[in-house]
């Protein structure tokens, strides 16, 4: 059954919780976080981008980068606007985007439990990327920002104590720059919400599979310096809100080819029947939109014959009938021709791309279900990388666990 253990939580003084919340490290790139912390020394993207204090020249990779990030955290959490809570605690988050909202439990979670699979995974990380994040955790013996979960409750047992944790005064409750309302409430009884999970076989990863692989890395190296420790320490866990799967909200995760060859569209019509003037956004899975020369197209992905439910994601037989076949791309994880652009960002990103020349060519996919992703899951199958946009995304900052 899934741990979900209360912990002693950092989080803002809530006169300064707008100026130190900010977006994940993941969702944007030096440039963006240099330009969106400018001119705020409390903003968290000086800890988990902590190379926005650098020259540009500095290699993101660097020794002074994590150095830098424990300097920036250590001074954060002295600097008065931060608050230690005095006992382990459970606390309720809630992200509302766009007329919906949805709610889950932010504490922590096990390490063992996420090598043992009861913390189910969809995709393969990248060693770069977990050797990176594995050396800013153990540098700042801290995980600065949460991972997204999400898990059956069917029969409302957890969502039920859920509701009535936020009948109470929230912590805090502001709406950040992107228009996502962000409230937390600390729990009344951590121990009812704990046993709640009890009843719960698995969890699943929807968002943060590096920050899952590095906070289980760091835990087994901690534990190599510190062999006589016989009882579970503080990085045995790792923070995760979790959400019931009835409330996530999964976007498409588009694609651009900067490439393409120059009997593309001839090709493209002798494998699919075209319809023109598509609209931008496919109605139904297995469709796609497809922007080329100033215009948008559509067509149907055939039905694939292979046998396991992840080859029958849009984004598998994407890959099968189009990417392979067409295009020459056997592995989008490594390709330079293709990219991947998030939901979030629309399909005028994709027209912007093309229509500036940057690309040759834009995909716009059908999303993910979150049913596909818990079957895919459960079948201990990996998707093909960039499959789901979760959104509204988590704002890190907001509670940081030490160990």
Same mark, same amino acid.
């Given at each position: 059954m899934a741990t979900v253990k209360p912990f002693r939580a950092w989080r803002p003084d809530s006169e300064f919780i707008f100026d130190i919340a900010s977006v994940p490290y993941d969702v944007i790139n030096t440039a963006e976080a240099r330009s969106m912390a400018k001119g705020n020394p409390l903003s968290f993207l000086h800890v988990i981008r902590p190379e926005i204090d650098l020259s540009e020249e500095t290699d993101i990779y660097s020794e002074e980068v994590y150095q830098k990030g424990k300097e920036n955290l250590e001074h954060l959490l002295?600097?008065?606007?931060?608050?230690?809570?005095?006992?382990?605690?459970?606390?309720?988050y809630r992200l509302s985007w766009q007329g919906s909202s949805q709610t889950g439990?932010?504490?922590?979670?096990?390490?063992?439990?996420?090598?043992?699979?009861?913390?189910?995974?969809?995709?393969?990380?990248?060693?770069?990327?977990?050797?990176?994040?594995?050396k800013h955790l153990l540098t700042m013996q801290a995980h600065p920002e949460p991972v997204m979960f999400t898990f059956n409750d069917d029969e409302r047992n957890v969502s039920s104590i859920i509701e009535d944790e936020c009948e109470t005064e929230p912590l805090y409750d502001f709406t950040a720059d992107d228009g996502v309302q962000h409230t937390i409430w600390k729990a009344s009884n951590a121990e009812r919400l704990s046993q709640a999970f009890q009843n719960v076989p698995v969890l699943y990863v929807a968002d943060g599979h590096h920050r899952c692989a590095s906070a289980s890395r760091a835990a087994h190296i901690m534990r190599k310096k510190n062999p006589d420790s016989n009882k579970q320490q503080e990085y045995d866990f790792f923070p995760a809100v979790?959400? &019931?799967?009835? !409330?996530? $909200?999964?976007l %498409?995760?588009?694609?651009?080819?900067?490439?393409?060859?120059?009997?593309?569209k001839a090709?493209?019509?002798?494998?699919?029947?075209?319809?023109?003037?598509?609209?931008?956004?496919?109605?139904?899975?297995?469709?796609?939109?497809?922007?080329?020369?100033?215009?948008?197209?559509?067509?149907?992905? &055939?039905?694939? !014959?292979? $046998?396991?439910? %992840?080859?029958h994601l849009d984004v598998?037989?994407?890959?099968?009938?189009?990417?392979?076949?067409?295009?020459?791309?056997?592995?989008?994880?490594?390709?330079?021709?293709?990219?991947f652009v998030g939901g979030i960002r629309g399909t005028d990103e994709l027209e912007r791309l093309i229509d500036s020349r940057e690309a040759e060519l834009g995909i716009s996919m059908y999303p993910t279900s979150i049913k596909e992703l818990m079957a895919v899951s459960d079948a201990g199958l990996l998707m093909p990388p960039k499959s789901t946009w979760f959104e509204p995304k988590l704002r890190s900052g907001l509670l940081i666990h030490t160990f």
């Open positions: 002295a600097s008065g606007k931060m608050i230690q809570e005095d006992q382990n605690t459970l606390f309720i439990i932010f504490g922590c979670v096990s390490v063992d439990e996420y090598d043992s699979n009861i913390i189910l995974k969809h995709e393969l990380t990248r060693p770069d990327k977990e050797d990176d994040r594995t979790l959400f &019931p799967k009835h !409330e996530m $909200n999964i %498409a995760y588009n694609r651009i080819i900067y490439k393409i060859p120059s009997d593309f090709r493209l019509a002798e494998n699919f029947s075209i319809t023109e003037n598509a609209h931008p956004v496919p109605t139904k899975k297995g469709g796609l939109s497809i922007y080329l020369d100033g215009s948008w197209f559509g067509i149907t992905l &055939p039905e694939t !014959e292979r $046998n396991t439910v %992840a080859d598998a037989r994407l890959q099968e009938f189009l990417l392979e076949p067409l295009l020459g791309i056997t592995d989008p994880r490594k390709d330079k021709n293709i990219h």
